[in-house]
């Protein structure tokens, strides 16, 4: 488990602390959580009371109530399995840093889950400088630990794919939750015990009613968030979906894939644990399936990872793709549109295409669009827009706003793909240049378009 750690500043433990606080942020959930687990390794070993934090910010940018009700859902099942470990769990409400910060000024050590994104990033690097003791960084949400698979930007999933197939072995292992032996408790002593939100989550709304947040889009009543409904998704897929996984796929018609990246995204469940649920069936199933489904799960997740941690610039059209790609765009800028759509045509699919019209359609109402159409969508965005630079920012506009899965390094970097990241200069054509194209021709060549239609008229 040692790769997977990181000092984050350079203070010693505290030996009169009288605690060890985990702040949880990225990783919502109690199985096959490395930071809960060393967490409970050195309560035990200090005899010390072990802590639970997770800390509610208003206005998380570009999340709404769609975003907050999914992952409050997740904490009510953290909550429930800690409780049944006797490890005290908080909910504290207000400014990130300056809450934790406060949760760690008794604490013997910090402990929290690795930040990818810059906003988490900056969250890490101001608490671990202002807090007093030593703070520790676990990587639990990757298979392998994003900078011991590369300590660079990687071009493609070419050069990363064997960077990361050499180390699985290392780090895809199944982990026994430790057994928490500290009997006290810290209790009323506790900084935020008073101010404890995890008594009103039985009540998700009357959380949701006491935060200030966009409330632009309502909850999705097609997920219901938490490790416990991600488990039960991973075990249909397993048994349902697996073996015409390999074939089934690509196709929006056949809805054959996991559905499991918003629980991914707010790490409701472990992708070590995906893996090693999926290989458990390598003798009884598919194995081009297993093998198909590991390189989404593993190779590009972690090569998305690996761009969001190492371009500072993700999520500025200046830093999402390649020259190239730059280049390609600004010769093609003053080429003709057919068709170009205000954001509000957009948003409520009323555009001339009923394939493009049925995936924002899924997006808007569920919170999920199959993944094939997720590329289709994002290139008929920067086909229907003014600029590659309007169309840029409206389909992130979009995808954060609707996708539960959206503010995720998977999301802006499969945005990025569709201009030209982590891809190749194609045949050159009007407006896209030689980044790859996509058209309505050919979804109805591969795919029976007209059941995704029927499936979307019914949501």
């Not at 009613?209 to 889009?217: A, E, P, W």
């Not at 493009?356 to 199959?370: D, L, S």
């Amino acid at each position: 488990m040692e790769r997977r750690f990181k000092l984050i500043n350079e203070k010693k433990i505290e030996k009169n602390g009288e605690y060890v606080l985990y702040w949880m942020q990225g990783s919502q959930r109690t199985r096959y959580n490395h930071c809960l687990e060393y967490g409970v390794l050195k309560a035990n070993e200090m005899k010390k009371p072990l802590i639970v934090i997770f800390n509610l910010i208003d206005g998380y940018p570009d999340a709404n109530e769609r975003h907050y009700s999914f992952m409050l859902e997740g904490l009510k099942d953290v909550k429930k399995a800690l409780f049944a470990r006797k490890i005290e769990f908080y909910i504290s409400h207000g400014d990130m840093a300056k809450n934790i910060v406060k949760a760690s000024e008794k604490a013997s050590i910090l402990i929290c889950d690795k930040g990818y994104m810059n906003i988490q990033k900056k969250w890490r690097a101001e608490i671990s400088s202002k807090v007093k003791c030593q703070a520790v960084e676990i990587d639990t949400n990757l298979v392998v630990p994003v900078e011991e698979a590369s300590q660079k930007e990687e071009y493609a999933a070419r050069t990363i794919r064997e960077k990361i197939k050499r180390q699985l072995d290392e780090f895809l292992y199944d982990f026994e939750k430790i057994k928490y032996s500290v009997n006290k408790s810290y209790n009323k002593k506790f900084c935020f015990y008073e101010n404890n939100l995890n008594k009103d989550l039985d009540n998700v709304g009357k959380v949701l009613d006491n935060m200030k947040l966009n409330r632009s889009v309502s909850k999705s009543s097609f997920f219901y968030g938490g490790e416990i409904e991600a488990e039960k998704r991973l075990d249909e897929f397993i048994e349902i979906k697996l073996e015409s996984y390999s074939y089934k796929n690509s196709d929006p018609g056949e809805d054959n894939v996991s559905k499991l990246s918003p629980y991914l995204h707010f790490g409701n469940i472990s992708p070590v644990e995906i893996a090693l649920e999926l290989l458990k069936m390598k003798n009884e199933t598919n194995s081009e399936s297993i093998e198909a489904f590991l390189e989404e799960l593993i190779i590009r997740r972690e090569l998305s990872h690996n761009f969001i941690y190492y371009n500072e610039r993700y999520d500025k059209w200046d830093g999402i793709s390649y020259s190239w790609a730059y280049e390609t765009l600004e010769k093609h800028r003053s080429d003709k549109r057919e068709n170009i759509y205000s954001l509000e045509k957009l948003e409520k699919y009323k555009t001339h295409d009923i394939y493009w019209n049925a995936a924002q359609k899924e997006m808007v109402v569920t919170g999920f669009m199959h993944g094939y159409m997720r590329m289709y969508w994002c290139k008929k965005i920067l086909e229907w827009s003014k600029t590659p630079e309007e169309a840029y920012e409206r389909t992130i506009y979009l995808n954060n706003k609707y996708f539960l899965d959206g503010r995720d390094p998977n999301s802006y970097t499969g945005v990025a793909w569709c201009f030209g990241k982590h891809d190749r200069a194609w045949k050159e054509r009007s407006i896209f240049g030689k980044i790859r194209y996509m058209n309505s021709e050919g979804l109805k060549r591969k795919f029976d378009m007209d059941k995704y239609v029927k499936k979307t008229e019914k949501l």
